[in-house]
């Protein structure tokens, strides 16, 4: 018998976790290995953040074994887990804006002067901070404010924080969403190194590229289940993945359309520009026209869409709804003109939680019911159409009159905010992000709505940062690239790798 | 292009508002009456203020958390009636730590309800500052109460040629200065103030650290008491009524976010200055006294929509720019 073979860093087995009568775990198994990247993917439901969840000691495992370095290891709070060597970076970051980049880094042990007094040692926490802060080649002064850095630096700061102690385990939930491509190759660049530093990496995300990019190995949940495990990542390809995902290939997600007819455009927009945020934007939307606005985070995109609407003014140029040129800033000419804008962040600026699901469809929509001489609701008309509603959204409530909107899912709740904006019979419905954090099910049943809108000749601007998305449902996808449209395409001439240039700025025509 | 449309002039402007509403205060009282912007009575109200300041300090600390505290006025009546009960050779020190003792109690009471049973800030210091008044009534059978000779002495006593009153508030801005930023507690209550649940999954032990914001804030209206009380030598039942508006209305005057997270020390010191001038210069144009509370209510007004007005404009001047240039 040989000596015994070194464990790996982190091993998991026959994990399952099960939330009431539902089996969101059925028995994983894998490891995570010192000094690999570990990429772990699947759709939102496939049991991917419960698996962290576990792992992170937010909540307790049913049945299953876990170790760390050979060690059972089962963390009862997140603290345990970070304690035994666990660092875990969720997606939404948490640096603390009013502290200094020090304060940030050593938030939960502060040195301090005397160990049973609660002064801080200055000089020595900036000191470890400079030793810290150089191993992710962030060069800042470590008593700056934390708020003076971009997102790529907020994020590597968050990564300098993991790496204090005896970091074995560094989990990155979705780290390169808000980073542009420059910030990556950065981050991508510290990763390596924590490899070379024999650090396991568990890296989460839903860019496929950036999986295939980074990883070792592979694995993808789909369903509780392991659909895919793989040691040789570099072998395989995104539609490999997405296989292994969604059980069917890309192009089923998306409802068949017929191309609309070209007729006078619903929207017009002529050389629209904002100082510092747009310049010089020119297009315009037809009647059943889904046009898709893609770009990096932080193109232009999203701003676009709120100066349309009229969530943000413009200084130059014109937004002709029907022949009705809107006001800069001016959301109610928007609504008059029948236009519907679903946020990027529903919860923020769509939602009403505890408003139950029939008050929240109802809320555009509640004017035009306002039939009565003192302006008094007519509530039966208003509650068929709520009814008609939520049938239409495929609304899987069971009772929406009494049922609150927080109890919704992800997807069911952002049916909600569509089928609200649907009550005011939108000419052009411009969505931002509309199926950001939706799991693969609801995705296809706002897509098939999409599709149904465009028949019905509803035109529709769609903001999306999943190409797939915008490459299965768009007619025309305009490339924004630093507030300008870089480039745009029409349905024939799609081809993923000539947007993904546009976006990056290094257009055909340049 | 002018200075104004430079966004960093105008960020710096919009930042020294405060500052800047105390210059035009007491030059308007200054041109209204001569004598307003002399010396004394500028080292006169900085002086006055001294008790705001030290209560308004503590409020910021419970405001930045996204709390408020409203016993603070009981919490001073309720330290001014015990003082006043100590026998007549109390020194100064005992005092001051009596008055501490009291307001840190009330306050550690607040923040065990708060944070053990976790019912809102806003109840919980309703109810008591009810209970804290009637606890001073109770035990001051509502007759005016006196402080020892020694702590009505301090009130007058000048170290350095400063007044006590303004040395007190100097330690204590000194103490909250440092509490804020060389301090594990301070530096966990900026964190919990620009986002408690980001703090709680960073491990900062929020419970604790809130329940701390509110017994100083309590031991600092415990201190507010003492000194106001060693310059009005005597407490009467309505000692320190409506002082928690005050130093509300001071925190916020000077900056300090109702809903948390934003502020700065300076805030409530400059907040305080800000209403002590207003009430010093009404007295000193001989205004009717009943015009008081509708001046200082209107100040405070117009200082809440400057600050909407600045925030707004700090937003439009902090908004990402995709362009360069």
Same mark, same amino acid.
């Given at each position: 018998?040989?000596?015994?073979?070194?464990?790996?860093?982190?091993?998991?087995?026959?994990? #399952?976790?099960?939330?009431?009568?539902?089996?969101?775990?059925?028995?994983?198994?894998?490891?995570?290995?010192?000094? &690999?990247?570990?990429?772990?993917?699947?759709?939102?439901?496939?049991?991917?953040? %419960?698996?962290?969840?576990?792992?992170?000691?937010?909540?307790?495992?049913?049945?299953?074994?876990?170790?760390?370095?050979?060690?059972?290891?089962?963390?009862?709070?997140?603290?345990?887990?970070?304690?035994?060597?666990?660092?875990?970076?969720?997606?939404?970051?948490?640096?603390?804006?009013?502290?200094?980049?020090?304060?940030?880094?050593?938030?939960?042990?502060?040195?301090?002067?005397?160990?049973?007094?609660?002064?801080?040692?200055?000089?020595?926490?900036?000191?470890?901070?400079?030793?810290?802060?150089?191993?992710?080649?962030?060069?800042?002064?470590?008593?700056?404010?934390?708020?003076?850095?971009?997102?790529?630096?907020?994020?590597?700061?968050?990564?300098?924080?993991?790496?204090?102690?005896?970091? &074995?385990?560094?989990?990155?939930?979705?780290?390169?969403?808000?980073?542009?491509?420059?910030?990556? &190759?950065?981050?991508?660049?510290?990763?390596?190194?924590?490899?070379?530093? $024999?650090?396991?990496?568990?890296?989460?995300?839903?860019?496929?590229?950036?999986?295939?990019?980074?990883?070792?190995?592979?694995?993808?949940?789909?369903?509780?289940?392991?659909?895919?495990?793989?040691?040789?990542?570099?072998?395989? %390809?995104?539609? $490999?993945?997405?296989?292994?995902?969604?059980?069917?290939?890309?192009? !089923?997600?998306?409802?068949?359309?017929?191309?609309?007819?070209?007729?006078?455009?619903?929207?017009?927009?002529?050389?629209?520009?904002?100082?510092?945020?747009?310049?010089?934007?020119?297009?315009?939307?037809?009647?059943?026209?889904?046009?898709?606005?893609?770009?990096?985070?932080?193109?232009?995109?999203?701003?676009?869409?709120?100066?349309?609407?009229?969530?943000?003014?413009?200084?130059?140029?014109?937004?002709?709804?029907?022949?009705?040129?809107?006001?800069?800033?001016?959301?109610?000419?928007?609504?008059?003109?029948?236009?519907?804008?679903?946020?990027?962040?529903?919860?923020?600026?769509?939602?009403?939680?505890?408003?139950?699901?029939?008050?929240?469809?109802?809320?555009?929509?509640?004017? =035009?019911?306002?039939?009565?001489?003192? =302006?008094?609701?007519?509530?039966?008309?208003?509650?068929?159409?709520?009814?008609?509603?939520?049938?239409?959204?495929?609304?899987?409530?069971?009772?929406?009159?009494?049922?609150?909107?927080?109890?919704?899912?992800?997807?069911?709740?952002?049916?909600?905010?569509?089928?609200?904006?649907?009550?005011?019979?939108?000419?052009?419905?411009?969505? $931002?992000?509309?199926?950001?954090?939706?799991?693969? =099910?609801?995705?296809?049943?706002?897509?098939?709505?999409?599709?149904?809108?465009?028949?019905?000749?509803?035109?529709?601007?769609?903001?999306?940062?999943?190409?797939?998305?915008?490459? =299965?449902?768009?007619?025309?996808?305009?490339?924004?690239?630093?507030? &300008?449209?870089?480039?745009?395409?029409?349905?024939?001439?799609?081809?993923?790798?000539?947007?993904?240039?546009?976006?990056?700025?290094?257009?055909?025509?340049? | 292009?002018?200075?104004?449309?430079?966004?960093?002039?105008?960020?710096?402007?919009?930042?020294?508002?405060?500052?800047?509403?105390?210059?035009?205060?007491?030059?308007?009282?200054?041109?209204?009456?001569?004598?307003?912007? #002399?010396?004394?009575?500028?080292?006169?109200?900085?002086?006055?203020?001294?008790?705001?300041?030290?209560?308004?300090?503590?409020?910021?600390?419970?405001?930045?958390?996204?709390?408020?505290?409203?016993?603070?006025?009981?919490?001073?009546?309720?330290?001014?009636?015990?003082?006043?009960?100590?026998?007549? !050779?109390?020194?100064?020190?005992?005092?001051?730590? %009596?008055?501490?003792?009291?307001?840190?109690?009330?306050?550690?009471?607040?923040?065990?309800?708060?944070?053990?049973?976790?019912?809102?800030?806003?109840?919980? %210091?309703?109810?008591?500052?009810?209970?804290?008044?009637?606890?001073?009534?109770?035990?001051?059978?509502?007759?005016?109460?006196?402080?020892?000779?020694?702590?009505?002495?301090?009130?007058?006593? #000048?170290?350095?040629?400063?007044?006590?009153?303004?040395?007190?508030?100097?330690?204590?801005?000194?103490?909250?200065?440092?509490?804020?930023?060389?301090?594990?507690?301070?530096?966990?209550?900026?964190?919990?103030?620009?986002?408690?649940?980001?703090?709680?999954?960073?491990?900062?032990?929020?419970?604790?650290?809130?329940?701390?914001?509110?017994?100083?804030?309590?031991?600092?209206?415990?201190?507010?008491?003492?000194?106001?009380?060693?310059?009005?030598?005597?407490?009467?039942?309505?000692?320190?009524?409506?002082?928690?508006?005050?130093?509300?209305?001071?925190?916020?005057?000077?900056?300090?976010?109702?809903?948390?997270?934003?502020?700065?020390?300076?805030?409530?010191?400059?907040?305080?200055?800000?209403? #002590?001038?207003?009430?010093?210069?009404?007295?000193?144009?001989?205004?009717?006294?009943?015009?008081?509370?509708?001046?200082?209510?209107?100040?405070?007004?117009?200082?809440?929509?400057? $600050?909407?007005?600045?925030?707004?404009?700090?937003?439009?001047?902090?908004?990402?720019?995709?362009? !360069?240039?």
């Amino acid at each position: 018998m040989s000596a015994d073979p070194i464990p790996p860093r982190l091993s998991v087995r026959g994990l #399952t976790k099960s939330f009431g009568s539902t089996r969101v775990l059925q028995g994983i198994d894998f490891d995570a290995v010192a000094g &690999r990247v570990l990429a772990l993917a699947g759709e939102n439901g496939s049991g991917k953040s %419960t698996t962290l969840n576990i792992l992170t000691g937010v909540l307790p495992r049913d049945q299953g074994e876990v170790r760390l370095d050979g060690q059972p290891f089962y963390p009862r709070t997140p603290r345990d887990s970070s304690f035994a060597g666990l660092r875990y970076i969720q997606q939404e970051l948490n640096i603390f804006p009013n502290l200094s980049i020090a304060e940030n880094l050593f938030l939960v042990e502060l040195p301090r002067a005397v160990r049973s007094l609660p002064f801080i040692a200055r000089r020595r926490m900036h000191e470890r901070s400079q030793v810290l802060l150089e191993q992710v080649d962030l060069t800042v002064d470590p008593h700056a404010s934390a708020g003076t850095l971009s997102m790529g630096e907020r994020q590597l700061l968050e990564i300098a924080r993991a790496l204090q102690g005896d970091a &074995r385990v560094l989990i990155l939930d979705e780290p390169t969403t808000s980073l542009t491509e420059h910030e990556i &190759r950065r981050l991508f660049a510290i990763i390596d190194r924590l490899r070379a530093r $024999d650090v396991a990496v568990l890296f989460v995300s839903h860019n496929l590229e950036h999986v295939l990019e980074l990883a070792d190995d592979v694995v993808v949940l789909r369903d509780g289940e392991i659909t895919l495990k793989n040691h040789d990542a570099k072998r395989l %390809t995104t539609h $490999d993945l997405v296989l292994a995902m969604v059980g069917h290939s890309i192009e !089923a997600q998306f409802p068949s359309r017929v191309p609309p007819k070209s007729r006078p455009p619903v929207l017009q927009v002529i050389g629209l520009s904002e100082p510092g945020v747009l310049e010089g934007i020119d297009f315009s939307v037809a009647p059943g026209e889904i046009v898709g606005l893609a770009g990096l985070m932080g193109s232009g995109r999203s701003e676009l869409a709120r100066t349309i609407f009229g969530l943000e003014p413009h200084r130059q140029g014109e937004v002709i709804v029907e022949g009705r040129r809107l006001r800069s800033g001016d959301v109610r000419a928007g609504l008059a003109a029948r236009v519907a804008f679903l946020t990027e962040d529903r919860r923020r600026d769509g939602l009403f939680l505890d408003a139950t699901v029939a008050d929240n469809l109802a809320l555009v929509a509640i004017s =035009g019911f306002a039939t009565t001489p003192l =302006g008094c609701i007519n509530r039966v008309p208003l509650a068929a159409a709520v009814a008609t509603v939520g049938r239409r959204v495929k609304l899987n409530s069971a009772n929406v009159d009494t049922t609150p909107v927080r109890r919704l899912s992800g997807g069911n709740q952002q049916k909600v905010v569509i089928g609200r904006w649907l009550l005011s019979q939108p000419k052009l419905f411009i969505l $931002d992000e509309p199926t950001r954090g939706i799991d693969a =099910g609801a995705k296809e049943d706002i897509y098939r709505l999409f599709a149904g809108l465009s028949a019905a000749g509803v035109a529709l601007l769609i903001v999306s940062s999943e190409l797939e998305e915008l490459l =299965g449902l768009c007619d025309r996808i305009l490339v924004m690239h630093r507030g &300008r449209i870089a480039t745009s395409f029409a349905r024939s001439e799609f081809e993923r790798s000539a947007i993904l240039r546009a976006a990056f700025g290094q257009a055909e025509s340049a | 292009m002018s200075g104004l449309s430079s966004p960093k002039t105008a960020k710096a402007l919009l930042r020294g508002a405060p500052l800047v509403l105390v210059a035009l205060v007491w030059l308007g009282f200054g041109s209204a009456a001569r004598p307003f912007l #002399t010396l004394a009575t500028l080292t006169d109200i900085l002086v006055q203020s001294s008790w705001l300041t030290v209560l308004a300090l503590g409020m910021s600390f419970v405001l930045l958390t996204g709390g408020v505290d409203l016993s603070v006025g009981s919490a001073m009546y309720l330290a001014a009636v015990t003082v006043g009960m100590e026998p007549a !050779a109390t020194p100064v020190g005992l005092g001051i730590a %009596t008055a501490l003792a009291v307001g840190a109690l009330l306050g550690a009471c607040n923040g065990w309800f708060i944070t053990r049973l976790k019912l809102p800030a806003f109840v919980v %210091t309703l109810s008591t500052l009810f209970i804290a008044r009637g606890l001073g009534l109770l035990l001051s059978s509502t007759r005016i109460v006196y402080p020892s000779p020694a702590v009505a002495q301090l009130g007058r006593t #000048t170290v350095l040629g400063v007044l006590a009153p303004a040395w007190i508030a100097l330690i204590a801005i000194g103490c909250a200065w440092g509490i804020q930023n060389r301090t594990s507690f301070g530096i966990y209550v900026r964190a919990i103030g620009a986002d408690a649940e980001g703090a709680r999954r960073a491990g900062v032990p929020v419970p604790a650290v809130t329940w701390g914001v509110y017994i100083f804030c309590g031991a600092l209206a415990g201190l507010a008491s003492l000194i106001l009380l060693s310059e009005t030598a005597a407490a009467s039942s309505a000692y320190g009524q409506n002082a928690e508006f005050l130093a509300i209305a001071a925190a916020v005057l000077g900056g300090t976010s109702l809903f948390g997270g934003r502020g700065t020390l300076s805030a409530p010191i400059m907040g305080a200055i800000l209403i #002590t001038s207003v009430q010093n210069g009404l007295a000193m144009v001989n205004a009717n006294p009943y015009v008081y509370p509708v001046i200082t209510g209107a100040i405070i007004f117009i200082a809440a929509v400057i $600050d909407s007005g600045r925030l707004t404009l700090m937003k439009r001047l902090e908004r990402r720019r995709i362009l !360069a240039g």
